[in-house]
Every structure is written in C-alpha cells, then in structure tokens.
C-alpha cells in the first residue's frame, strides 16, 4: 500500500505493508537511521519519535496508524544540531555507547515543548521509558534540567544556562 | 611498580608520503609481555599507518580498537595526539578497519586497552613530533635541539622562526624514521591532552541521529536476514516448511543451515531473507521448524539448584587451594558462621540486538560487524566457510553497548554463510527475543562457605565449596575461580574446592567475567562474619588485608587504600541515618584494578529497596586520561552492577531461556537512579583499565546496605524475589 507521509516537514510516499512498523519505514525504506531498534515491543524507547509533538514508539506504531500527523525524527530536532538538549548533550559527554541517546533526546525535547519546566519527578516520569543500558542516567538527568533553563533564559532574553558542574571524578594528586 | 611485572617491547617505526600530499606514520611494534593476563597473545604483531598530517595542518589519526560505550575511539587518539604535541581541536578521529599488519591487539575487552596501548600509542604520537622537529631543523640547517614544539609548529626560539607540522609533513616523509624505543615521551606535567576532560569524538554524530551503527550499515542492493535457531542450545533442524514461508510476501530465500553444532560459530537454523528486515521477521511467523532438541533439553535452573544442594553434602572434587588446616581452624574459632549464596544467570542485553552486514562475491567476503573481537571475529568466519582469512575485509563500525557480549562472533558467522548462499550484500539483524535467547550468558553459581573468627576478631578460617559448571577440572566459559581469589592469602586456614556440572546452556564473559559473581560472594559473607565478631565491616577488612600468610595478587596497601578514602568519603561510621536508611560497604580487585564502594540504600518496612547513593574510590594508576569519559564509565559500572542485583534474572527451563524482552528483565531505569560519586586516587602504578573493575563491589556493597537496615543476609540474587520486610 502506498503512504504519504510528513516527515521533518517533508512529505514523502512509502509503498509499504499496512503493519510495518513506522520503525521500519523510517530506517529501511527512507534510510532515516537515527531512530533505533532496541526491544520491539515499547519497551526502551529507543524508537521514541514526535508525532505532532508527542513522543511516541515507533516500534508499535503501523505506519497506516499515523495519518497525516507531523513526524519528527532526530534528524528534524534541529536542522544543525542546535537544539539546546543536544548542546547539553555535547557539553556534558553524555553519551557512552550512545545507541540509545536519539531517543532519549526525543522524549526529553518532547517534554520540554510541553512541560518548559519540569520538576526532577517530572523529568523521572518523562524519561523512565527510555532505557539506557550504559546507565548514563545521571547525566541524561543533568542535561534535561540544564537544556530546561538554558531555554526559559533564552526566551525570557536573560543569559544562557550553564549546567552544573559534573558531580565528582575529579582525578587528585596523593603525592 | 605493579606486583604483576611490566611490558618488554620494541617498536618500530615506518614512514612515507601520504597519497594526496602529507606524511603517514606507520609503526612496527613486538612485545613480549611477562604480564599474565595477557601471556596469550602472540609475540611479535605489527602497528600501521596512525597519523596523517595534511598539508593544511589537519591531523587525521587512526583509533584501532573497537568503540563499544567505552570512550575508546577518543581516549587512544588522545595518548597519541599529546606526545605529537597537536592542538585537539585540529584533530579528526577515523576508526580503523581490522588490520593486523598493522594494528596490535584491536580488542574491546578485559578493560585491557589502556594497560596495553599507553606506552605504544604515546610512541607513535612522540615519534611524529620527533620527525616534525628533524624535518624543520633539515629545513633551517640548525640543530634538533634548539627546536621546540607546541600545538602543531615547531619554533626555533633564538632566530624567532616557526613552521606548522602541515608545511613540514612533505619533508618529514623523505626522512628516516626515528626509533620509537629512545624518542623522548612527555612528562606528566608536560601533558596537554591526557588527563583533560575530552568529549566522545563521536557524541555530534550521535545526537544528530548520523549512522554510525553496525543496524545502520547500507549496501547498494542489499537483502535482510533473520535466522531462526532452536531455541534449546545446540538444538539441529528436522525439517522446515520453507516453501510455505518462500510464498510470503518481500521474500527472496528461505533456507535451512545445519550449522557445525557449535554454538561459538554456527549453530543449526533457519534463514529467512526478504526485501526488508520487517517482511523477512513477519515471515518468520510463518515458519514451523520441527527440532531435534538433543541432551541440553533436560537442564533447567531448578535442577542445577537442586544438585548443587546435594553436592554440598559431599566433599568438593577439585581441590584448588589448601592453606593450613581449616577443620581445625573452625573448630577452635570463637564464632563460626555457615551459609550458602547463590547467583542467576544474566544476557547482556547490549540495546543495539546483534547484527552483521555481509557481501560474499568473487570468492571474497566483505564485512561490517560490531564486534568486540574482529580479529576472531574474522578468523571464525573464515574456518567455518573454509575460506582465508585474507580473503575477508572486516570494517569496524560503533556498536551499541557490548558488555562482553560481542566477544562472541556467533552474528558475524551467520552473517557469512548467509551472504555467501545468497551473493548479495546482506543484513542479518537479530531480534531482541533473538538476543535474549541466544546469549553467552553470565554463568549461575552456588557457594557453600563456612569461616571462623578468633577471639580478638580476625578472619582465621574460610572454606568454599563452589559447585559451578564445566567438566572435570574445567570450568565452563567465566564459570571459574581463581585460586588466589581474595581472601585467598590472607587467611591463614583456607581451602577452596570446585564440583562442576556439565552445561550445554552457552556461557560467557560478562562486565567483570567471575568478580560480578564472586565479589557478591565473599564480599557478603566477610561482612557476615565482621558482624558475628561484632566488628565494624571497614575495620574487619583493614585487619585482614593486614594479614598476609600466603601467595596473592592483591596488593593490600592499594586496596587499604580505597577503602580508607571510599571511607571519608561517604561519612563511614559517623553520623546517624534514618531508620530504613542504612550503609554497606565492599572492596573488589579485578582487571588490574582496586575498588572500595560505599552504597546507601533506603528499604521500606514491607522490604522495597531504593539506592540513594554510591561512593566509588578506584586506584587504576597514575593517570586518568579522560576524566568526563572515566566518570561517565564508571557511573554506569555502578548503576549497571545494582542494576543486575536488584532485578535481573535469566530462568533456565528444559533446556532455554524464559525470559526473552525487556518487559520480563527488568533493568534499572532512569527515576531509580542513585547518585554515584567517583573519586580516583593516583597512585605510582602504571595506567590500568577502567570498564570493569567499577562494578563487582557494588552488588555486596548494597546487599550489606540491605543487612544493615533489614537484619536480612542477601544470599541469592536477583534482591527483588527475596522478602526483606522488617518491623
Ligand atoms: S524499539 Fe521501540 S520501544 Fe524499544
Ligand atoms: S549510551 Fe549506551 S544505551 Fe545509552
């Protein structure tokens, strides 16, 4: 069957079965590659794109499901990378493996388009369906709260938000 | 000095034009290693082609080893980059393809790469800035020792001259190569790069969704695989309704592969290739496989519960270590404690499931694999298509997490055979049921201990019997102990016997191979026997790694060490904490590494465990040579060891694996976060890795935590099916 489909303020036609995943639409047939494959059953968030804002898992989502709704993928967060959780992201070295990090940054843009400032058991509920197998957790954490603020100051015309320093490891001479 | 003894080496160095203008820097380098973690490489390997210096002063450097989570791909351009005495931000990184002409040692395991590349990738780096300074002073007709480098030019102080490494790379390549044993390294002080806060050489690529993945290899007409194997290990294929599955829609080839009944290369399935991976995994509903099933059917978890518990009765087969006379140690003891611990079986659950893009043509195969051992990677792939390893091109690419996993190429050879039934380019992508059914997993094991504490409240006597698996005196794959295993040495009265029952269920090395395991074991029960003396558990331990008696790799004053700084770093034994609040501490040496943690956990009355917080002090040496990558690793050795502690459990039943997703294993997630705090401390020992040793304490750390809120011993994992309320 063919779709058309609006992806990163695209539209683009996809001759498809009616079940195939979004998921798979996206990598295999346009050769979008930064949304993930991690579980298959909603349950990593690896997958986690927006459709008209809302992050959603790709992975269980048929492509005949999404209409004409807006799909963002991480390469439509930003056209450049300019996107303040993915300046955070860099700033902070989140990533380790970074496989799961796309989706991670999806929920997280997600939740600060709708929720700008988030409490931390905000940020917990938000991003507690996005495993990270590397357990970079803490920074993730860091940066949701860093890109946050960085955002109120820059549309309330103030400076731009630092994040806090990292929380230890600083390496220390003994002798 | 390390108690381990170093490194002898020679290295040398090659050098030539760079097609395209510039200089590349090619090094030969044999070692020979007195060091017995790593006696099994081979003597003599050779290094190539690291750096390239481009005429606009781009400098181009080779990362070798593969990039799994572990910062690799940035931490050994680093080493490099500082002794050529480069600015970082003229950097570009590239990773290498598998090439053992001229490459040594591409390995992403054993937390083995930092040990074994500092000394000869600093070379590398010092023999570049060498060539550059020789080339300007060529250039100048002055003396090399009146040059001096920084950031990529060299300056000549007393004519106020100065040239950029880009000018000078044409006339360094005509010149010949310094010796790479006798150029001069940098000083500690002298260091620019290393020990300064690098972020990952690939983090912009990955936030903006770049294919950078083994998932996300292309190739111009490629199919997708999906390979159905029995679901009981070492299972073989009676038939198979192929032609029924050759009817659905997008597929091109169904076909049956027998496999050689080795788990390790190619285990008997059936493969399954369409147009695209969705239609050949939708089609593989269709399929019905009829197996024979073979002798693992009859193994399951339960049952090697219930024989280990009958073993106990009896006296251990192999004895491994015998020190003094541990009956009567423990008859004279003023306290004696038994217990009995037990452990699961884990899957390693990298997020990225296991994949290999392959190209079989013209007698030759290509391939794109995130493996963590490409060079056996290869070589399997090449026995078991009985091809030559020269014959095949393996190109590395980033793998998304390996945690031992990707030691295995069992992928990488299914990949292989595919590619060649079908002469197409091809990606085989497992599921994650695929994954979770198909892993090497970390091996369960069973403890029986007994030990006896003197009056005056020392360890005195200590007596395991381990019943693991394997065969004979053979253990299956990271189903082993040591037999200088801590306390192993340090207690006068000690025997430690094995009983191994034969597993037809794959194992392998996980995060910590054996100390994710054992740590758990005697780190808990010396806190068992600190409390049956009455002593506090810091001060117990400080006393034993005080009493030397026997042969040991431990080095007590490094692990003293940690465990006095992880001490004031976490308040140890000072202050109070709220009821259902408590601490627990554990030391753990592994990988060439020591660590001494301190967990706080909270644990409600009705036995609801929550971890507020980690306090890690390791001593991995000298250097930390990237500080931001070393916290992030080791936040995540901690998190990924309570991880596993609190929930993961993989069942054994007739002969498979129960569980098969993330919704039946339950790893840690974001909002159950602890804090961690990480602390090195710097010692006068060489460099040593850092993926592993973060995480063994940690377990017995928390379970210690547990006891001191609950009064509950933690013997078995996973935490979450025990009952730990308390009133
Ligand atoms: S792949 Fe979609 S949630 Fe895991
Ligand atoms: S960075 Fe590896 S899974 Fe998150």
């Known amino acids: ?79 450049d990378g300019s996107h303040p959780l993915q300046q955070v992201w860099l700033e902070l070295d989140v990533p380790q493996c970074g496989y799961c990090q796309a989706g991670q940054l999806m929920t997280a843009s997600a939740l600060l388009a709708r929720n700008p400032h988030p409490t931390d058991q905000e940020i917990d509920a938000a991003m507690s369906g996005n495993l990270c197998r590397c357990a970079t957790y803490l920074r993730i954490h860091e940066g949701v709260r860093a890109a946050a603020s960085r955002m109120a100051a820059a549309s309330t015309g103030g400076g731009p938000g630092e994040p806090d320093g990292l929380a230890g490891a600083r390496a220390e001479e003994e002798r | 000095m390390s108690p381990r003894g170093g490194m002898d080496r020679r290295q040398f160095l090659k050098i030539g034009a760079a097609a395209g203008g510039g200089l590349l820097i090619t090094s030969y380098l044999g070692f020979s290693f007195g060091n017995r973690d790593v006696e099994a490489m ?107 480098t920084e950031a990529g030019l060299v300056h000549h102080r007393a004519s106020g001259r100065t040239l950029s490494y880009g000018t000078l790379a044409a006339k360094a390549a005509t010149l010949p190569a310094p010796d790479p044993e006798s150029v001069p390294l940098k000083k500690r002080s002298e260091f620019r790069i290393i020990g300064t806060p690098v972020r990952g050489v690939d983090d912009e690529a990955i936030v903006t969704g770049k294919p950078l993945f083994g998932i996300d290899q292309v190739r111009p ?90 073993l106990y009765g009896k006296p251990p087969v192999n004895v491994l270590r015998s020190d003094g006379d541990v009956d009567a140690a423990l008859d004279s003891a ?227 060490g940690v465990l006095r700084a992880v001490a004031a770093r976490s308040d140890w034994g000072r202050g109070s904490l709220p009821s259902g609040t408590g601490k627990g501490i554990a030391c753990h040496f592994s990988h060439r590494g020591y660590f001494a943690e301190v967990v706080q956990a909270r644990v409600s009355k009705a036995g609801k465990v929550a971890v507020e917080k980690v306090w890690m002090v390791g001593d991995i040496g000298r250097q930390i040579v990237n500080p931001l990558n070393a916290e992030n690793n080791a936040q995540g050795g901690a998190i990924d060891g309570i991880s596993q502690a609190l929930g993961l459990e993989i069942t054994i039943v007739d002969g498979h694996a129960l569980q098969s997703n993330f919704d039946a294993y339950p790893l840690l997630r974001h909002r159950d976060r602890p804090e961690v705090d990480v602390h090195f401390l710097v010692t006068d020992n060489p460099p040593t890795g850092l993926g592993e040793p973060t995480l063994p304490p940690v377990i017995p750390a928390l379970c210690n935590a547990i006891f001191a809120v609950t009064g509950k011993r933690v013997r078995s994992l996973p935490i979450s099916k025990l009952d730990l309320s308390w009133s």
């Open chain 2, 334 to 560: 003023a306290h004696r404690v038994e217990a009995e611990y037990s452990y699961p079986f884990l899957s390693h659950v990298p997020l990225e499931p296991q994949n290999c893009t392959a190209h079989y043509h013209d007698g030759k195969l290509e391939l794109w694999a995130p493996t963590q051992t490409p060079e056996r990677g290869r070589s399997l792939a090449a026995r078991t298509l009985g091809m030559k390893e020269e014959d095949i091109t393996l190109h590395l690419t980033r793998i998304g997490g390996g945690f031992g996993r990707r030691l295995s190429n069992d992928y990488l050879v299914e990949a292989s055979w595919i590619a060649r039934e079908i002469g197409v380019p091809v990606k085989l992508l497992w599921s994650r049921e695929d994954d979770m059914h198909h892993d090497f997993y970390r091996p369960a094991g069973f403890h029986r201990l007994e030990g006896g504490v003197d009056a005056e409240g020392k360890l005195v006597a200590w007596r395991n019997h381990f019943v693991s698996f394997g065969e004979g005196r053979r253990f299956a794959p990271s189903a082993g102990v040591a037999s200088d295993e801590f306390p192993a040495g340090y207690v006068r009265d000690f025997t430690l016997g094995t009983t191994l029952l034969p597993l037809g269920v794959p194992t392998g090395a996980m995060r910590a191979p054996g100390s994710n395991a054992l740590a758990f074991v005697y780190q808990s029960f010396i806190d068992e026997l600190a409390h049956a003396a009455g002593r506090d558990p810091l001060h117990f331990r400080l006393d034993l790694l005080a009493a030397r008696s026997g042969e040991t790799r431990l080095d007590a004053d490094r692990m003293t």
């Open chain 1, 1 to 79: 069957m063919s779709f058309t489909l609006n992806v990163n303020g695209k539209s683009v036609t996809a001759d498809v079965p009616a079940d195939m995943p979004l998921l798979w639409v996206l990598r295999d047939i346009l050769n979008l590659k930064g949304t993930k494959f991690g579980c298959g059953i909603a349950m990593c968030g690896a997958c986690t794109v927006h459709l008209d804002g809302r992050a959603t898992r790709s992975c269980v989502t048929p492509v005949s499901a999404v209409g004409s709704r807006e799909i963002t993928t991480i390469e439509g967060l930003s056209a």
């Open chain 2, 221 to 310: 007409g490629m199919l997708y695989a999906v390979f159905q194997k029995c679901p009981v290990y070492g299972g073989k294929v009676k038939t198979a309704n192929l032609d029924a599955v050759k009817k659905e829609p997008g597929v091109r080839h169904a076909f049956v592969v027998q496999g050689d009944g080795d788990v390790d290369t190619l285990s008997a399935g059936v493969a399954v290739v369409a147009d695209t991976w969705w239609l050949a995994h939708s089609a593989r509903n269709k399929l019905e496989v009829k197996w024979d099933e073979g002798p693992t059917a009859a193994q399951s978890s339960r049952g090697f519960a219930a024989r280990a518990a009958e």
């Open chain 2, 42 to 148: 081979p003597p003599k390997l050779d290094l190539d082609a690291f750096i390239h210096i481009a005429p606009d002063g781009t400098v181009t450097i080779v990362a070798q080893n593969p990039e799994v989570g572990q910062g690799i791909k940035t931490t050994l351009p680093m080493l490099i980059a500082d002794e050529l005495d480069v600015a970082w931000n003229d950097v570009r990184v590239q990773q290498g393809d598998l090439d053992t002409e001229h490459y040594y040692r591409q390995i992403a395991g054993g937390s083995t790469a930092t040990p074994t590349q500092w000394l000869p990738m600093r070379r590398v780096g010092a023999a570049g800035r060498a060539l550059m300074k020789a080339a300007a002073a060529a250039t100048w007709g002055v003396p090399v020792t009146e040059l001096e």
